[in-house]
């Protein structure tokens, strides 16, 4: 499963994981998607992965 949101493209970051002596080793932030059906602009209905910020903020039209 491909982590990107369909609508805003938000994908996966990268950081670091720092322990209590400061040692710092790199580490990824996946994004929080959830497998939804929506309308997109166009009339389709497709089932497509959202980031759940743009669920919370009403950008697609859930079906």
């Known amino acids: 499963m491909s ?3 369909s609508v805003c493209g938000k ?3 990268s950081g670091n994981n720092v ?3 400061k040692r710092r080793t790199r580490r990824t ?3 929080n998607v959830q497998k939804v059906s929506y309308k997109k602009a ?3 209905v497709v089932n497509e992965y ?3 910020r743009c669920l919370k ?3 697609v039209d859930r079906v």
């Open 57 to 59: 903020g009403n950008k």
């Open 29 to 31: 932030f996946q994004v």
């Open 42 to 44: 166009d009339g389709s």
């Open 50 to 52: 959202v980031c759940a």
């Open 11 to 13: 994908g996966q970051l």
């Open 19 to 21: 322990s209590h002596s």
């Open 3 to 5: 982590r990107v949101c």
